[in-house]
């Protein structure tokens, strides 16, 4: 039986972004998926979320656990059964700090994950963020602090635009070890605020990797930050779809 609704806060999120050519994305697809646009660039990214208190809704907080977790993920458009559109992420894999996570993961609750290490200096100011999963397939680099704006060359033309685009993607469907299901999760949170962070160094093995992402087709966008987010996880039902090898 799964718990139906997770509660807790989100400490710190990072939404690393990447802009890449949507053909090349649409390949890292299954279907019925297709990749959601800005000024006609697929978004792809990381998601590096710390959460505490993270428990059943109706425990007190002190019972709840705190994790480090990472997803790569796209956003994407689709539609469904009645033809209506959706939106929402992709979650091509997961990692997380947490041996509970681990195991509850794809059982009581949506979302399989991999046994990765983390370590994090987030002083307010600086943050030096480095994940590596335990099997050596990923590893994640990011070094920023506060700023007021986005890159000149984002896609976005404002904070505004990339919060709002990044809003609607509440929905995250996850692979699972069963290439046929995707585990569905919605993200519902208390209050929507973000803001934009400086990177003076960033690094996914994922996205650096040619096979995925050939040389010139993906580039570096900008990265947002949340902290202190009361928020709820509700279990979306899970997608049949077919096996996609690409990823």
């Known amino acids: 039986m799964r718990i139906p609704v997770i509660t807790g806060t989100i400490k710190r999120r990072l939404l690393v972004n990447f802009r890449a050519e949507p053909e090349v994305v649409q390949h890292l697809l299954p279907a019925p998926f297709r990749p959601k646009r800005c000024g006609g660039h697929a978004l792809v990214g990381i998601c590096l979320i710390?959460?505490?208190?993270?428990?059943?809704?109706?425990?007190?907080?002190?019972?709840?656990?705190?994790?480090?977790?990472?997803?790569?993920?796209?956003?994407?458009?689709?539609?469904?059964?009645?033809?209506?559109?959706?939106?929402?992420?992709?979650?091509?894999?997961?990692?997380?700090?947490?041996?509970?996570?681990?195991l509850a993961g794809g059982r009581i609750f949506p979302g399989e994950h991999h046994p990765a290490k983390f370590q994090v200096v987030d002083?307010?100011?600086?943050?030096?963020?480095?994940?590596e999963s335990d099997d050596r397939a990923v590893q994640v680099k990011v070094v920023g602090g506060p700023t007021a704006q986005l890159p000149v060359d984002s896609c976005f033309s404002s904070l505004t635009e990339a919060s709002s685009f990044f809003e609607g993607g509440a929905i995250g469907y996850s692979v699972t070890r069963d290439l046929g299901r995707l585990d569905g999760l919605r993200l519902e949170t208390k209050m929507w605020r973000v803001a934009p962070l400086a990177v003076t160094e960033v690094f996914s093995s994922y996205y650096n990797n040619k096979q995925n992402f050939p040389e010139g087709s993906i580039k570096y966008d900008h990265t947002l930050i949340m902290r202190d987010v009361v928020h709820e996880w509700h279990a979306e039902p899970a997608l049949t779809t077919p096996a996609c090898s690409c990823a």
């Open 50 to 102: 710390r959460l505490e208190q993270i428990r059943p809704l109706g425990l007190p907080g002190f019972l709840g656990i705190a994790s480090e977790n990472a997803a790569h993920r796209i956003a994407v458009e689709w539609s469904d059964e009645n033809g209506l559109p959706n939106e929402g992420v992709y979650i091509v894999r997961r990692d997380t700090n947490s041996c509970l996570n681990r």
């Open 123 to 131: 002083d307010g100011k600086i943050i030096d963020f480095h994940m």
